[in-house]
């Protein structure tokens, strides 16, 4: 089970990768290449077509970051893997690690924030939703992450006391 959830993150790594360069590229594109193609499609479907580049431009700024958070994210679980598969998953290393990815969920929680206020500011603009609404899970999961990062701590340094005892 562990060799193959550490094949699927890795696959899931490199999908990250490709995925979102190709979306910030496509964003990039449409948004600065050619915004003026952009307006002209929307314009007499929806007041201020030029709102919709303006949102693009930060759907782009805003993506750009994710794809790096999650790339920290799916590294750190993917060392966390192996150290399990080697016999030593309370190890301090762990815990750093799942602080990290703590971190890492946090930055993307934020950035989900700031695409929240992009997109209902380009709704009440346009009249058009673009699509966000407010999650609580994440919040929940970066809480989690911290309390498990501080278990692990603990557990880690009581591993090594009782290593020193013996």
């Known amino acids: 089970m562990l060799q193959w959830s550490r ?8 999908l990250n990768w490709v995925v979102g360069l190709l979306i910030v590229a ?9 915004p003026d193609m952009m307006t002209a499609a929307l314009d007499g479907k929806m007041t201020h077509p030029e709102a919709v580049v303006g ?15 999650a790339h920290i994210i799916l590294t750190r679980l ?12 309370f ?21 989900d924030l700031a695409y929240g206020f992009v997109s209902i500011a380009a709704s009440e603009r346009t ?24 278990i692990f701590e603990r557990g880690a340094a009581m591993r090594e006391e009782l290593e020193q005892t013996i």
């Open 7 to 14: 094949r699927l993150l890795a696959g899931l790594n490199i």
């Open 26 to 34: 496509g964003l990039g594109f449409v948004a600065f290449a050619v």
């Open 55 to 69: 949102w693009l431009r930060w759907v782009m700024i805003i993506t750009a970051p994710v794809i790096l958070l």
């Open 78 to 89: 993917i060392a966390m893997i192996d150290d399990v598969r080697a016999g030593n998953p």
């Open 91 to 111: 190890a301090a290393a762990n815990a750093v690690r799942l602080r990290h990815v703590a971190w890492a969920l946090l930055g993307i929680q934020l950035l």
């Open 127 to 150: 009249g058009e939703y673009f699509g966000w609404s407010f999650g609580l899970t994440g919040w929940l999961a970066v809480l989690m992450l911290f309390i498990l990062a501080r």
